[in-house]
């Protein structure tokens, strides 16, 4: 008999005499006496579930399964540490919790395109790597609540997307957490300490993601993140962003940029001059020492100071008919928890100008107001950030009806999209399209605008009739009866910041508050050559647009236009325009879509709810 199958029918043997056949649920040893020959049993689905001890075994996964130990602590995979030995080796999109994995060559090694999850797992002693990828940008990681240490790299992510969720990663001998090829990975709440190299070292491709949120860093003897330059790739979009951390001292910086060759071939850890190749954003971090000593000279930050200015604004706001009213609003600052990059990851189908924004349960709909010669309306899946469908608004399929500007979008209590079109001087226009990839961009139907006199850039849903929209960019808001093309009593709105009238564009609505972006250009700081852009979410009362609280995102957004919000997260879209900078890379700052949480607690809880960062097809 093949060997195989021979153990595959003593695993059925064993099966059968416990009487627990072809369950959703085979037990080790109980059912079967090997992880193995469990997993050689097990139909896609099931749940291989372990006894506490030790497993001596070098398993595949190569059927989607669960692979479930009974406790951490008591629950162990482990194999030598030759040449080649993978502990597990995982082939398949696979679930693995509450074990311990190791000690091993290889604690984990996971194949291209992959899916694979981890849930309060211990990673130990992986002379290569506690997880290892085959790279591609298409291989999926979700840890939660894992540890990995005594390993080369904790976790060597290959053009991996993923996340980690108060995860610690220390004492490993290399890096706690490496970055290669097109990665993208958010990190929420984890810890980087005391490991052989760098907490976290980056190889900036180019289009790495890197997320960190809430995170710790220390102890790591040299740098506690490192982003390394790769030459003659051109242009870079990588994009870091580090906000709520805090650090704790390494032996060299706290963040370094390294050139990765010196002339001579070898990678230049000391005298590293050129910056970066990233657009890196900082906001609202602590260091233990003063800035000099934590960031090398050539760490160029977007910001890297507390974030929010301290002082109290003042708003002013008036209602339709009434007199002026101050409010005092102390800027609070949301934590950015994830990046989408709407240009350079879909060829050939990137947004050139991320304009309106608006979510449903399939899609983040994005205007695009290029003008070539007309609009477009994009579909980005919610769950990877890939783009889905795109349509051209010049003109909508079946109709004469061309929108030069689509910009400000929501969906309607049909399920459609309305599409607000800024057609400048001319005023603004609406209409219901079909929303979705399936029929996607279908005109439907015009739609009439309550006083059109005016472009408007942002409009939002409340309820069954109500739009909230711009009364003019620079103004106010108004609230109108769709139905009707009513103003509402006690609208327009009209606002003051300081004695400032700012751009409002995206309009969108959190299920309590009516949220509105703002931009604001101010003169450049000193030595720098741009200005730094003011953009804040403001909070208003559907009730009455009084003003509730102001937030501060100009650490991360240069312009920022729509505004969506879904399941505890507010999405606003980016219009800056790239532009080439010194140094023969592309200043990447614009055309993304930034998501926030309220704080890290809130971005916590809506890490599962994050689109992974997807590259273009076969990127690796």
Known sequence: MNGRYAT????????LCTGAAFSAVIGVPGDCATVAEAIATAQAGDVVKLAPGTYTEQIVVDKPLTIKGSDRDATIITCGTGEGEVAISVQADTLIEYLTVGPARSC??????????????LLTGGKDDGVGFEGSVETRLYMTECEVTK??????LESTQGRALRCNFHDNTDDGLDY??????????????????????????????????????????EDNLELINTPNLDPKNNVVIVNHCRFEGAGRWDIGAVDLYKPDGSRDEEGSREPAHAALYMYANEFTRPLEEALAPNVLAAHNDAGAPAETLTVQWTRAGGQPENVALTPTQPVCVGVIDTLANFAGGGVGDAEGLTLDDRCIYVGDDTGRPAGRIHCLDRSTGALLASVSTNPFEGTEVSMTGPEGLTILPDGNLLVLDDQSDKGARAAAVTAGPDGFGRFLRDLNLPDPDHAAEGVTMVGDDTIYLPEQERVGMKACSLSSCAVKAGWPVSYL?????????GVGYDGTDVIVSLTAYPPAKPNQNDPVSQNWLLRISPEDGRPLALEWIGACLNDARGVGCADGLTY?????????????????????????????????????????????????
């Open 572 to 620: 606003v879209s980016d219009g800056w325009s790239h532009r080439e900078r010194e140094g023969g890379f592309v200043d990447t700052r614009g055309q993304k879509i930034m998501i926030f949480a309220a704080d890290v607690a809130a971005a916590e809880a809506g890490i599962d709810q994050l689109p992974v960062r997807h590259g273009a097809a076969g990127e690796g």
């Open 497 to 505: 910041f300081d004695g400032v009238r700012r751009h409002m564009a």
């Open 8 to 15: 595959i029918a003593a695993c059925l043997v064993a099966t």
């Open 108 to 121: 984990i090694l996971a194949a291209a395109g992959v899916s694979l999850h981890l849930n309060n797992v």
């Open 180 to 221: 290669d090829g097109n990665a993208g990975f958010v990190c929420v709440s984890c810890q980087f300490m005391d490991n052989g190299d760098d907490g976290i070292e980056v190889r900036l491709r180019d289009r790495a993601v890197v997320v960190l949120v809430g995170c710790t860093f220390g102890g790591n003897p």
């Open 151 to 156: 390993c080369g790299d904790g976790v060597d």
